[in-house]
């Protein structure tokens, strides 16, 4: 006699198949549709600025790979969090994503959002060192010569940054509490918008991130003293690091990744991640972001949220040593 277990063995088999036939399996099903329309990549800063172009060289190799228009959204504002609330309130469905950089104005303002909290961590893209760049009239050629003229003149050079809390206003801070130093801050929405005031030559310096400033600094509309990096950039191998300019120990550099809103399915998840390293993998994606001073960096999601969180602290540290509050 054939047993019991036997006669229901292919009739469960029939059923699963069945219903994955019929779509009842949901969860493979939607993963496998995305992205389903038009994908929105928020930058939370102003066009123009280091964030906007990693965006954009990123969301031109997207639109071909996935398939569907890969569009930049910038959302300037207070220190990045305006841009960061409307990326945390978007449908958690895959189609709206975030690309942003080192900045916390978040921690400063006592937002609701957080990069920890707020977002699920997708994927890095790489890093780049902070530039120090003056405005080719600013009489200082050298590290030692601008803590000089800082300490003779406390308060008296302007530097500009893409906002509160943004990673040229904490570079800077990083640098003054380094240095024991006073300078006096010119925030604006955006890294462009900073650059822009720095080559008009209304502030003197920026400790900003290298992609922006690498076209004025080719021009001559602006002058490279130091690098903020671990060691001299490849592309710069004669400007010396902030380091071994008499400040021992400094060290910044800014990292660009990809988030997504936090109940944002982990299978959508995994196929950004995978969509986004893909693009990196690409020689010539690779050559363009190295073009303008960014190293790419691929690492796991879950390896990224590590770095978030130390790196979270490691501002929130500067933060509150600097004493600094919002505007």
């Known amino acids: 006699m054939t047993p019991p277990s036997a006669l229901r063995a292919p009739s469960i088999v029939a059923g699963v198949l069945i219903a994955v036939g019929l779509g009842l399996c949901t969860v493979p099903v939607a993963a496998q549709s995305w992205p389903e329309k038009p994908v929105r990549i928020i930058v939370p800063w102003a066009p123009g600025g280091s964030t906007d172009i990693v965006a954009r060289m990123l969301a031109a190799d997207l639109t071909k790979r996935l398939s569907q228009q890969v569009v930049v959204d910038n959302r300037a504002g207070a220190g990045a969090i305006v841009g960061m609330e409307v990326a945390a309130a978007a449908p958690p469905d895959g189609h709206t994503w975030m690309l942003t950089s080192t900045g916390y104005g978040f921690i400063i303002q006592k937002a609701k959002v957080d990069l920890v909290n707020s ?6 893209i790489g890093t780049s060192d902070s530039a120090l760049v003056v405005h080719p009239s600013f009489p200082i050629s050298s590290v030692k010569e ?3 003229l800082a300490r003779k003149r406390p308060g008296e ?3 500009a940054s893409s906002g509160v809390g943004g990673f040229p206003h904490l570079t800077t801070e990083l640098f003054m509490l380094m240095t024991k130093t006073q300078m006096t801050h010119v925030p604006f929405k955006g890294g462009g918008p900073a650059l822009a005031d720095n080559v008009a030559g209304n502030s003197q310096l920026q400790m900003g991130s290298l992609p922006g400033a690498i076209p004025f600094i080719k021009s001559g509309r602006l002058r490279l003293v130091a690098m903020g990096g671990p060691k001299r950039n490849p592309g710069f191998p004669d ?3 902030i380091a071994e300019s008499g400040v021992p120990g400094f ?19 995994a196929q950004i991640h995978g969509a986004v ?9 690779v050559r363009r972001l190295d073009e303008q001073g ?3 960096s691929r690492r796991s999601s879950a390896e990224f949220a590590k770095l978030m969180e130390f790196e979270t602290a490691k501002w929130t540290r500067v933060i509150q040593t600097a004493k600094i509050t919002g505007e």
């Open 157 to 159: 050079i302007n530097f």
């Open 251 to 269: 060290e910044s550099q800014i990292w660009f990744g990809i988030f997504a809103p936090r109940a944002t399915p982990t299978g959508v998840v």
């Open 146 to 148: 601008l803590i000089a």
């Open 277 to 285: 390293n893909g693009a990196l993998e690409t020689p010539d994606m």
């Open 239 to 241: 400007v010396p690091t």
């Open 119 to 124: 977002f699920v961590s997708v994927a890095m």
């Open 294 to 296: 960014v190293v790419v």
